[in-house]
């Protein structure tokens, strides 16, 4: 089947631009999210101090406070320690699976900035922007004569690079509930957003081991992952004591998945775009977090997230030098991650 090497390097060209676009739209969240609170703190001035009745748990007496300005801001910056597993294979009329490749503990140094805005009473909108490098991690890649895994003619491991960064913002709107015997305060906020979320891998200090031992001098492939889609979640909050709560939120991706590849060393591919996959998927992530109030305004926070994704059947297709490109199928990739992070949240 011919293609038009001409147009899939333009868009592939287009999907580079646009992962550019993924960090410049972190950088304006972060500066719109910086410079917004000065605007709101100025605009609070004009109100009168926040009166409360000393029963109210101090979670109530946040929510008092804030019914009192036009809006309430809020971020946080963390940094933390993040592990992922990816991996992907694909499959022939005959075989099942031809090629696998996956990323194995591949450990990540990453920060996070995330900023919450109150726009209208206990309506909100929050979003976040993540960036981080690969500190370490193992790949293999391995060809199978014959399905289920078996008559394996071709493996290879090497070493992880790269970067990830994700971006997400949504809105919802803030549910308190407060009283009762235990004199505890817990908010529930629906959510509904957009998120981005990518994956910079490359693969480098390669050694052969099937069908024998060699090195793999000047390897450096690269695997850009990019999952796209809406999310619907909620988050609670709850109120432990006074100085203590406790944060818990699920949400659920509708996404589309896309990567783009370069294998280097195969001379029967083309470059820089060597093959592309391309499916539909979903994904699910939870956070628990704790957070210590250490004065009115600024909060102290511990969390661990776990992130699990998984596509449908997609297509592979694969570019080669000689001109011409073959699909096949992409089986279900699958993507698992998990963070542990501190940080400090900030209260306008």
């Known amino acids: 089947?011919?293609?038009?090497?001409?147009?899939?390097?333009?868009?592939?060209?287009?999907?580079?631009?646009?992962?550019?676009?993924?960090?410049?739209?972190?950088?304006?969240?972060?500066?719109?999210?910086?410079?917004?609170?000065?605007?709101?703190?100025?605009?609070?001035?004009?109100?009168?101090?926040?009166?409360?009745?000393?029963?109210?748990?101090?979670?109530?007496?946040?929510?008092?406070?804030?019914?009192?300005?036009t809006a309430m801001f809020q971020y946080s910056l963390d940094i933390g320690y993040r592990k992922d597993d990816l991996s992907w294979?694909?499959?022939?009329?005959?075989?099942?699976?031809?090629?696998?490749?996956?990323?194995?503990?591949?450990?990540?140094?990453?920060?996070?900035?995330?900023?919450?805005?109150?726009?209208?009473?206990?309506?909100?909108?929050?979003?976040?922007?993540?960036?981080?490098?690969?500190?370490?991690?193992?790949?293999?890649?391995?060809?199978?004569?014959?399905?289920?895994?078996?008559?394996?003619?071709?493996?290879?491991?090497?070493?992880?690079?790269?970067?990830?960064?994700?971006?997400?913002?949504?809105?919802?709107?803030?549910?308190?509930?407060?009283?009762?015997?235990?004199?505890?305060?817990?908010?529930?906020?629906?959510?509904?957003?957009?998120?981005?979320?990518?994956?910079?891998?490359?693969?480098?200090?390669?050694?052969?081991?099937?069908?024998?031992e060699a090195v793999l001098t000047n390897l450096n492939n690269t695997y850009d992952t990019q999952w796209r889609g809406i999310w619907f979640g909620a988050e609670s909050m709850f109120e432990i004591d006074k100085k203590r709560l406790l944060k818990i939120s699920y949400v659920y991706n509708n996404v589309d998945y896309s990567a783009d590849a370069n294998w280097n060393l195969r001379r029967d591919f083309s470059h820089p775009l060597s093959f592309k996959h391309e499916a539909k998927g979903k994904g699910q992530a939870i956070s628990i977090g704790g957070y210590y109030i250490f004065s009115k305004n600024v909060l102290f926070n511990l969390s661990f997230d776990y992130q699990k994704w998984v596509t449908k059947r997609g297509v592979d297709k694969t570019y080669f030098s000689y001109g011409t490109t073959e699909e096949f199928t992409l089986n279900p990739v699958m993507w698992r991650s998990h963070t542990y992070s501190m940080g400090v949240t900030y209260n306008f």
């Open 1 to 69: 089947m011919e293609c038009s090497l001409g147009y899939e390097y333009y868009m592939y060209k287009l999907r580079r631009i646009n992962k550019a676009t993924l960090h410049h739209l972190g950088i304006i969240l972060f500066i719109v999210m910086v410079s917004f609170p000065s605007y709101i703190y100025a605009g609070s001035l004009a109100y009168e101090p926040t009166i409360v009745n000393e029963n109210e748990t101090q979670l109530a007496k946040w929510f008092s406070e804030r019914e009192e300005t």
């Open 89 to 212: 294979s694909i499959a022939t009329d005959t075989v099942s699976h031809v090629s696998e490749v996956s990323w194995k503990n591949t450990e990540i140094s990453q920060a996070t900035f995330s900023g919450e805005i109150n726009i209208y009473k206990d309506w909100l909108v929050t979003g976040y922007y993540s960036v981080g490098a690969v500190a370490s991690g193992g790949n293999q890649d391995s060809d199978y004569a014959a399905s289920n895994r078996t008559n394996m003619y071709m493996h290879s491991e090497s070493k992880t690079g790269g970067s990830v960064d994700d971006v997400s913002l949504a809105i919802g709107k803030k549910l308190v509930i407060s009283g009762g015997e235990l004199q505890r305060t817990i908010t529930i906020t629906p959510l509904l957003g957009f998120s981005i979320h990518e994956q910079s891998f490359t693969m480098y200090d390669g050694h052969q081991t099937v069908p024998f």
